[in-house]
């Protein structure tokens, strides 16, 4: 088996890249559900993961922006759920 070292920007490329497609599995199943739930637990997982291993090496912005790809958009209908 070869050995890989991962550089900083392929670690973040990555996590970019899971963060985006767990978002947008998320989104397709309608945020708000239980498995679009799941979806952005995986997202955050990612980036969690992603900041743990880069403590230390992390480039301005860069958390921020990951941070932000993991936004939920707010429910429109959400004050039919909660009535007072």
């Known amino acids: 088996m070869t050995e ?3 550089t900083y920007a392929e ?4 996590a970019e890249q899971k963060i985006t497609l767990w978002m947008k599995r998320s ?7 239980y ?3 799941i979806c952005r637990d995986f997202a955050w997982g990612a980036h969690s993961l992603w900041f743990e291993l880069t403590a230390g090496y992390q480039q ?3 958390d921020e922006r990951l941070s932000a790809l993991q936004a ?3 429910q429109d209908d959400q004050q039919d759920d909660h009535p007072e």
């Open 35 to 37: 498995p679009a739930k």
């Open 72 to 74: 939920v958009p707010q």
């Open 11 to 14: 670690l973040t490329r990555a």
């Open 60 to 62: 301005p912005g860069d």
């Open 4 to 6: 890989h070292t991962w």
């Open 27 to 33: 989104a397709e199943m309608g945020h708000h559900s």
